[in-house]
């Protein structure tokens, strides 16, 4: 499955003990119940000291882990902050997350 696939590929990755993983939507295509699961492991592996550089189109899920956060329009940082602060923005929340 793609969540298999996903967290394969992220296991890996991990092999090198890198020092920044690099995610390109790694929620792309799968079930609601894989995506708990693939973003439980990337707070894991930041735990454990990795930096990781998300990109996702859930915004939602992605502001729950990040500790930084930007928001891009047109390749313009238009906002920045805490993953929390974004998530409890007025204007983030309406013109990105459908609140």
Known sequence: ?????????????????????????PSLGLAPILIETIFSIVREINAQGTTVLLVEQNAHKALEVAN????????????????????????????????
């Open 1 to 25: 499955s793609g969540g298999e696939q996903q967290m394969l590929a992220m296991g890996r990755a991990l092999m090198a003990k890198p020092k920044l993983m690099m995610l390109d939507e």
């Open 68 to 99: 930084s956060a930007y928001v891009l329009e047109t390749g313009v940082v238009v906002q920045s902050g805490t993953g929390r602060e974004l998530l409890a923005s007025e204007e983030v929340q309406k013109a990105y997350l459908g609140m």
